[in-house]
């Protein structure tokens, strides 16, 4: 089910799946060559992660999650472990092992205790807001080096996601800018209503501070600085495949636009 699901993503920020056999009784799935680490995996080397570093992998996390949410997959299980870096600081997400559509109710826990959403817990249909939450404590371990909620028994662990609020980071990390206590908070309200309503909101209020920290954002705003290039393409086809030319020229569009590219289109008389 996993692999079937990340099949249908084509998502620069989604590791890919490239096949699926079944042979000898065993389901193979063949998916990307990746080189780097989980964010778990970087914990090792040092406690957290600069500010710079956890904001660009939240922006990195949030594009695939924004892509995958407008299929109306909700990934279920965002932690430190499935978000992986890549040697070329490329996000890559992990494990859509318990994946499900928007409005499933679960009849049993499936994720990662830690990260569970209020809703999980309460076995209640889940959408793109449960993705949200997750993220947000996700943040709050990467830049603090510490969970929000440690507790070592899972019903007291379920308790705290249930009723006590994520700490303020800055309590533990005191030069960190204070919006960014305003986001996790806004992320991770108990009550999805509350919550940044969509993965857009939330990077529209890291926008501010991606662009004081430096780092680019593949379809957000210009805020780079960078000066804007033009390169000019030509197709040169036959009438009777002008119909399957407009499908593949629609589907690059939106791969485009995903990167903030503008497409602009001119249709010419027949050249013979």
């Known amino acids: 089910n996993e692999a079937t699901t990340i099949a249908h993503l084509n998502h620069e920020n989604i590791v890919k799946v490239y ?3 079944q042979v000898y009784r065993t389901v193979f799935i063949i998916m990307e060559l990746l080189e780097g680490a989980s964010v778990q995996d970087l914990f090792r080397v040092a406690p ?3 500010l710079e570093q956890v904001v660009d992998i939240v922006l990195q996390t949030c594009g695939a999650l924004a ?5 109306g997959i909700v990934h279920g299980d965002i932690k430190p472990g499935n978000i992986f870096l890549q040697n070329t600081n490329r996000v890559k997400i992990l494990d859509f092992g318990v994946a499900s559509t928007t409005g499933t109710k679960s009849e049993r826990l499936m994720g990662t ?3 569970f959403s209020p809703e999980q817990i309460r076995m ?3 959408d793109h807001r449960s993705d949200i939450y997750s993220l947000g404590l996700a943040a709050y371990r990467m830049l603090t080096g510490q969970e929000a909620f440690s507790e070592q028994d899972i019903a007291a662990l379920c308790q705290t996601h249930l009723y006590e609020d994520v700490p303020n980071p800055c309590s533990l990390v005191p030069d960190l800018p204070s919006e960014i206590h305003l986001i996790i908070s806004k992320a991770t309200q108990k009550n ?3 919550r940044y309503q969509s993965i857009e909101e939330l990077v529209h209020d890291l926008y501010p501070l991606a662009r004081r920290l430096g780092i680019a954002v593949s ?3 210009s805020h780079t600085g960078r000066g804007r290039s033009m390169m000019g393409l030509f197709l040169f086809y036959r009438d009777d495949h002008s119909q399957m030319i407009k499908e593949l020229v ?3 569009t939106r791969e485009l636009q995903k990167l903030g590219v503008e497409l602009r289109e001119s249709d010419f008389r027949s050249i013979g």
């Open 219 to 221: 379809g957000g705003p």
């Open 67 to 71: 892509y995958a949410h407008s299929f």
């Open 250 to 252: 629609s589907d690059f």
């Open 48 to 50: 957290r992660l600069s």
């Open 113 to 115: 205790p830690k990260y």
């Open 124 to 126: 209640r249909p889940v």
């Open 19 to 21: 096949d699926i056999e």
């Open 192 to 194: 999805p209503d509350e």
